[in-house]
């Protein structure tokens, strides 16, 4: 069954008036269907619900005339035409009605095979039509397309060539946001925009994986604006995604989130090839929800832990409480080489059969803005807000993790405290010597495999309260599973080398140590027969 809630776009199908008092709308309108399609010579076919957001971008004015729409956020699946109407609108603003004398458009993506594919079929849209042809120069070799009547000029650019800076762009089109690695072009296109009255931005894009990039920030950010949570009449959300726990198999929720299916668009028979091939491999069936029904995924391509269960365990972990209940508390600590984040993580038994559980992360300050550029993730934003302490240097203070440890102990009622020892010897013999309770807690199955397993129960169950910390909730949306025959899991990985799973390693640890010292836990279950629950044996 389709769930009850409705596409954020209502306001496309419900017939409600569009304002346009000035006929800015009806006049874009007519400029598009102006244009010709490359292929069949036809007129440009603007369908009813790609009709209705044009006339939403460009009627609603200001008492002053001008437009009210500053940013469009087209979230669409594959297959919906998103870039041949983005395309379209970057001619409105080139040779079209909403030019100006000099202005630069630029669409923009994160590589320059992505950016050029929203170029071409601009440029196939001009070439089609006899009478605009002859008066667009196309500097193929500089990826634009020149009008000299304006001056004004559509340039293709990407995320990875280099600077950009100077530019002042009328029109932005941002294509695929998901897939951009790294903000800078962002943030020199956004800033150029606001130097030009009247500037536009379109984000044209599908769903993408993880919270920790631009696309989510600005996709969310238009989420909350379609919900009327934030009040900003400059923003034009047009969303087309499915809910996380839709039914990625029935065909009503693909009719939609996916605009174009009422007038043939994506093929129906290619997306029931699809599901068939998804119902078989996870991987096919995880592409199928991002790519074609909008599901935001999280990082992991397997992922070990289920996130929506994760995140329904944010709570209170009040740290004060906790220090003057003197509750039992353990921890558990992975220490890094200069690639990834070092973690304390603390677990203290709730009594009722689940923990709370808060982080201490660690990164070298040098790495911060590497990390943030090769991951996406918000490294810098997390250091000045005080989610991760940034050492001094390009590797990690082990003196300084030490001494965070010690502060632990000297404020919580620290029963264990627990190393992976492949880069913690130094520090689990200092420790020890001055009479911390140090143990090592090695990393094969035998002992990970039931940490995994606790951590995993309670994460399902809802008994992991946590504070919604987002460089643990990173850690912990990005860990992938290998897993044995029976399902357990053997160990974590990272779907990339820069993504890190640190955090939900260590919390894996500090559980399952305050299983075991909290009166029982999974290993309990075990019993003699161990080995052959950790290898599918016998």
């Known amino acids: 069954m389709v769930k009850t809630r409705s596409t954020f776009p209502d306001w496309i199908y419900d017939g409600s008036d569009i304002p346009d008092p000035l006929g800015f709308g009806e006049r874009a309108v007519k400029f598009l269907r102006m244009l010709k399609h490359p292929k069949s010579g036809r007129p440009f076919q603007l369908d009813p619900w790609q009709e209705r957001v044009v006339r939403r971008i460009y009627g609603p004015r200001k008492d002053d005339g001008s437009r009210i729409i500053r940013t469009v956020v087209l979230l669409l699946p594959r297959g919906n035409r998103k870039?041949?109407?983005?395309?379209?609108?970057?001619?409105?603003?080139?040779?079209?009605?909403?030019?100006?004398?000099?202005?630069?458009?630029?669409?923009?993506?994160?590589?320059?095979?992505?950016?050029?594919?929203?170029?071409?079929?601009?440029?196939?849209?001009?070439?089609?039509?006899?009478?605009?042809?002859?008066?667009?120069?196309?500097?193929?070799?500089?990826?634009?397309?020149?009008?000299?009547?304006?001056?004004?000029?559509?340039?293709?650019?990407?995320?990875?060539?280099?600077?950009?800076?100077?530019?002042?762009?009328?029109?932005?089109?941002?294509?695929?946001?998901?897939?951009?690695?790294?903000?800078?072009?962002?943030?020199?296109?956004?800033?150029g925009l606001v130097k030009t009255p009247g500037s536009l931005l379109v984000v044209a894009t599908t769903a993408g994986r993880g919270r920790e990039n631009i696309a989510w920030d600005i996709v969310d950010d238009a989420r909350r604006v379609a919900r009327g949570e934030v009040d900003d009449p400059s923003i034009l959300p047009v969303l087309f995604e499915a809910a996380a726990d839709d039914d990625w198999r029935d065909e009503e929720v693909w009719r939609r989130v996916n605009p174009g299916l009422a007038h043939g668009y994506p093929d129906i028979e290619g997306l029931r090839q699809m599901a068939f091939e998804g119902e078989r491999r996870i991987g096919d069936r995880e592409a199928f929800r991002q790519l074609n029904l909008n599901i935001w995924l999280d990082s992991a391509d397997d992922p070990a832990f289920d996130i929506e269960a994760y995140d329904e365990c944010a709570g209170i972990v009040d740290l004060l409480d906790l220090e003057a209940e003197r509750r039992p508390c353990w921890l558990g600590v992975d220490l890094s080489s200069s690639i990834d984040l070092s973690v304390i993580v603390a677990a203290w038994p709730d009594g009722d059969n689940g923990y709370l559980i808060h982080p201490w992360f660690f990164c070298p300050a040098e790495n911060l803005r590497e990390r943030q550029d090769l991951s996406g993730a918000f490294y810098v934003d997390w250091a000045e807000q005080g989610l991760i302490e940034a050492t001094e240097g390009n590797t990690i203070d082990i003196r300084r993790v030490e001494a965070v440890i010690r502060e632990l102990c000297a404020r919580f009622n620290v029963m264990e405290i627990a190393f992976d020892p492949a880069l913690a010897r130094t520090t689990l013999a200092n420790l020890v010597e001055e009479g911390f309770p140090a143990v090592e807690m090695r990393q094969g199955a035998l002992t990970m495999m039931p940490a995994y397993q606790e951590l995993e129960r309670v994460v399902i169950g809802r008994r992991l309260r946590h504070s919604g910390h987002p460089v643990l909730r990173f850690c912990f949306s990005n860990a992938e599973a290998k897993r044995n025959p029976q399902g357990h899991i053997v160990r974590l990985s990272k779907p990339k080398l820069w993504m890190s799973i640190d955090g939900a390693v260590a919390a894996a640890m500090a559980v399952s140590r305050a299983a075991t010292g909290g009166g029982g836990s999974f290993y309990d279950n075990v019993g003699d027969d161990f080995e052959n629950w950790a290898y599918g044996e016998g």
């Open 83 to 191: 870039t041949s109407l983005s395309a379209a609108l970057a001619l409105l603003h080139t040779i079209g009605p909403e030019k100006v004398p000099g202005g630069e458009v630029i669409t923009a993506a994160s590589d320059r095979k992505q950016a050029r594919i929203a170029y071409e079929e601009a440029r196939g849209l001009v070439w089609a039509h006899k009478k605009v042809a002859p008066k667009v120069k196309n500097l193929d070799y500089r990826n634009r397309l020149y009008y000299p009547t304006a001056r004004s000029f559509c340039e293709a650019i990407s995320a990875d060539a280099g600077t950009q800076h100077g530019r002042t762009p009328v029109f932005v089109l941002a294509d695929e946001l998901h897939a951009w690695k790294k903000r800078d072009l962002w943030d020199v296109l956004r800033s």
